[in-house]
């Protein structure tokens, strides 16, 4: 009976949300500031070349939602110069996100930038 209790704590305790892990309540200031740090990056001919991505960018519903436009804008900026110089440049986003997006998704990716560097 001890292991079921162990086991359905371990599941409650992973299908529920930690409040440590999940992000503050959205500011609209820190979305205004990605959304344009992402535009600049686009850049005016980027923007040309992807009306749809700028619009996506511009009108995203929430920070996670740029979040995931995140590639979707590192493969649009790989067609405007080389792949590693577009990565960088959108890697160097990531400081923007922390404390808005949960921190899991915060350490997956730099677990994933931790096996590309090394």
């Known amino acids: ?12 305790s992973i ?8 992000p503050k309540a959205a500011d609209p200031q820190a979305m205004v500031l990605i959304q344009k740090s992402m535009l600049r990056l686009l850049g005016v001919r980027g923007a040309e070349l992807n009306p749809q991505l700028e619009n996506r960018i511009r009108y995203a519903s929430s920070i996670e939602a740029l979040w995931f436009l995140r590639a979707d804008l590192a493969q649009a900026m790989c067609l405007q110069r080389d792949e590693t ?5 959108v890697s160097d986003l990531t400081p923007l996100f922390e404390g808005n997006i949960s921190r899991a998704q915060l350490q997956s990716f730099q677990r994933g930038q931790g096996q590309r560097r090394g």
């Open 85 to 89: 110089s577009a990565l960088a440049a």
């Open 15 to 22: 299908l529920s949300p930690n409040a440590e892990s999940a």
């Open 1 to 12: 009976m001890q292991s079921v209790k162990t086991f359905l704590s371990s599941l409650t």
